[in-house]
């Protein structure tokens, strides 16, 4: 595990609605998300041929210029050519965000990929080759990302996608710390030494949970099973736990030394504030 003895940064996510009531609560849930000072707010993609620059794009210059918050793009490979990477990284340029998350992104059925960048690894290259001065980060699974045969051949397109000059790395969702802390450990003996960001996200209903359980790898400890089990005909109290249960996985983070934690908001501002509140000290973050 790396040591440090910098205070951790906090960072958000959120993602494009798709309708205008969704833009006018997320506006919403922007303007209190910025009260939290994060570090910087991330702002997701699901498909660079989808709108891409009516949305994410959009909603990263609002982030940007509307409430000042350093801004984060994500930007998947498999869909883009190099010429529309140009175009998206003059215009992020001329916004002054040069902040960039490069994936490779989901296949879509019936929409054949590009062919300019096969990874994620490939659009940092190139990214790093076009704008040096970009801060490109990479997403990483603690728990084996699923195309991968093994953790081994997983650490290994890790180690290149650092290698193609990857800044800093942030993780999948997970439920158990202990997944996380072996990874850490792991990508040290593979000489991966850029800061890694934890992905957290808190579950707050149980459709929420199942939707997790069924589309992540993500192990289940004990612990979050007995709160889905316990209280799956209560919603309210399985917000309240599932909260809980982020807080604790963030404290514990922190004790040891986590570089970041990286929240999944899912566009839920009272959930991220309610958060906020039981860590803010940790991050030496003043409290609301």
Same mark, same amino acid.
């Not at 041929?49 to 959009?58: G, P």
């Not at 000489?191 to 934890?198: E, F, G, H, K, Q």
């Given at each position: 595990?790396?040591?440090?003895?910098?205070?951790?940064?906090?960072?958000?996510?959120?993602?494009?609605?798709?309708?205008?009531?969704?833009?006018?609560?997320?506006?919403?849930?922007?303007?209190?998300?910025?009260?939290?000072?994060?570090?910087?707010?991330?702002?997701?993609?699901?498909?660079?041929?989808?709108?891409?620059?009516?949305?994410?794009?959009?909603?990263?210059?609002?982030?940007?210029?509307?409430?000042?918050?350093?801004?984060?793009?994500?930007?998947?490979?498999?869909?883009?050519t190099k010429v529309e990477?140009?175009?998206?990284?003059?215009?992020?340029?001329?916004?002054?965000?040069?902040?960039?998350?490069?994936?490779?992104?989901?296949?879509?059925?019936?929409?054949?990929?590009?062919?300019?960048?096969?990874?994620?690894?490939?659009?940092?290259?190139?990214?790093?080759?076009?704008?040096?001065?970009?801060?490109?980060?990479?997403?990483?699974?603690?728990? $084996? %990302?699923?195309?991968?045969? &093994?953790?081994? =051949?997983?650490? *290994? @397109?890790?180690?290149?996608?650092?290698?193609?000059?990857?800044?800093?790395?942030?993780?999948?969702?997970?439920?158990?710390?202990?997944?996380?802390?072996?990874?850490?450990?792991?990508?040290?003996?593979?000489?991966?030494?850029?800061?890694?960001?934890?992905?957290?996200?808190?579950?707050?209903?149980?459709?929420?949970?199942?939707?997790?359980?069924?589309?992540?790898?993500?192990?289940?400890?004990?612990?979050?099973?007995?709160?889905?089990?316990?209280?799956?005909?209560?919603?309210?109290?399985?917000k309240e736990a599932g909260?809980?249960?982020?807080?604790?996985?963030?404290?514990?983070?922190?004790?040891?030394?986590?570089?970041? $934690? %990286?929240?999944?908001?899912? &566009?839920?501002? =009272?959930?991220? *504030? @309610?958060?906020?509140?039981?860590?803010?000290?940790?991050?030496?973050?003043?409290?609301?």
């Amino acid at each position: 595990m790396t040591e440090t003895n910098k205070t951790p940064t906090l960072s958000f996510e959120v993602f494009p609605p798709n309708s205008e009531v969704g833009v006018d609560k997320l506006t919403d849930t922007l303007d209190q998300l910025k009260e939290l000072h994060p570090s910087f707010i991330s702002v997701t993609a699901s498909n660079h041929k989808l709108n891409y620059e009516k949305t994410t794009i959009d909603l990263a210059k609002y982030v940007k210029d509307a409430l000042g918050c350093n801004t984060m793009v994500h930007m998947p490979a498999a869909y883009v050519t190099k010429v529309e990477v140009d175009n998206v990284l003059n215009r992020l340029e001329k916004m002054h965000i040069n902040q960039v998350l490069a994936l490779r992104g989901d296949i879509v059925d019936g929409y054949v990929p590009e062919t300019d960048f096969k990874y994620a690894s490939d659009l940092t290259s190139y990214i790093k080759k076009q704008k040096p001065y970009f801060e490109v980060s990479g997403a990483c699974y603690p728990e $084996v %990302h699923p195309d991968s045969k &093994n953790r081994i =051949d997983d650490i *290994k @397109h890790l180690k290149n996608k650092v290698d193609a000059g990857c800044d800093q790395l942030i993780t999948q969702l997970f439920y158990d710390n202990d997944q996380f802390y072996r990874f850490q450990e792991e990508c040290a003996i593979a000489n991966i030494n850029v800061p890694i960001l934890a992905g957290i996200m808190p579950i707050v209903n149980r459709k929420q949970a199942l939707h997790v359980i069924d589309n992540c790898a993500a192990r289940l400890p004990k612990k979050f099973i007995n709160i889905l089990d316990k209280y799956k005909d209560n919603p309210v109290s399985l917000k309240e736990a599932g909260i809980a249960y982020a807080v604790d996985q963030i404290v514990d983070l922190v004790t040891n030394d986590v570089e970041g $934690v %990286h929240l999944y908001t899912m &566009n839920k501002s =009272d959930t991220a *504030k @309610h958060i906020f509140s039981n860590t803010a000290s940790l991050f030496n973050l003043k409290n609301i």
